[in-house]
Nanobody, 118 residues
Framework: QDQFVESGGGLVQPGGSRRLACVAT???????????MYWYRQAPGKARELVAE???????SYVDSVKGRFTISRDNANNKMYLQMNSLKPEDTATYFC?????????WGQGTQVTVSS
């Protein structure tokens, strides 16, 4: 059973914005500690790449290509993570995945597709 699921993907025009969310799936009981949370993306024919990560204390880092445009955040009380994406470019088109590092191992979501096109 998937522990976490992404949402918020879709079609957006260049220059537009999109907010992705990563939340525990319905019925999942979080009985472990969550450490660093990550957003990855994978474009067709390309390797999966790390886009952004955020520690439990809120320290964030980004791949150079999204710095100044994307903002990662998390809600520890509700085990949620977000990715605010602004000034989107066609090269941001990809399937976006969340990865959650926990005391019982990493969990991946199934991904949400973001397509940036006019």
């Amino acid at each position: 059973q998937d522990q976490f699921v992404e949402s918020g993907g879709g079609l957006v025009q260049p220059g537009g914005s999109r907010r992705l969310a990563c939340v525990a799936t319905r019925g999942t009981r979080i009985t472990y500690n969550i450490y660093t949370m990550y957003w990855y993306r994978q474009a067709p024919g390309k390797a999966r790449e790390l886009v952004a990560e955020i520690t439990r204390s809120g320290s964030a880092s980004y791949v150079d290509s999204v710095k100044g445009r994307f903002t990662i955040s998390r809600d520890n009380a509700n085990n949620k993570m977000y990715l605010q994406m602004n000034s989107l470019k066609p090269e941001d088109t990809a399937t976006y995945f969340c990865k959650v590092q926990t005391t019982v191992g990493p969990f991946w979501g199934q991904g949400t597709q973001v397509t940036v096109s006019s």
